[in-house]
């Protein structure tokens, strides 16, 4: 770099070389959110569903007195 008077273009290779690795690093982590974020949105759909069914269902406890 510095010796051979390249010291611009040895700082661009390392720029590319670390940007790659930060692409390769937030792909992986993307990939690895992806399944997370389906099973939490699985959970929140299911918990309304759930809600409004609830909802719908005739007290139990009309009926005792």
């Known amino acids: 770099g510095e010796q051979s008077g390249n010291l611009g273009g040895m ?3 390392v720029a590319e070389n670390y940007e790659a ?5 937030a792909d ?3 990939d690895l959110l ?5 099973l939490i949105m699985a959970a ?4 309304i569903i ?3 069914m609830g909802a719908m269902q005739p007290d ?3 009926f005792v007195s």
């Open 44 to 47: 929140v759909v299911g918990f």
């Open 34 to 38: 992806n399944p997370v974020m389906l």
């Open 11 to 13: 700082l661009i290779s």
């Open 60 to 62: 139990p406890e009309a």
């Open 50 to 52: 759930m809600a409004i």
């Open 28 to 30: 992986g982590l993307a």
């Open 21 to 25: 690795d930060i692409k390769e690093y």
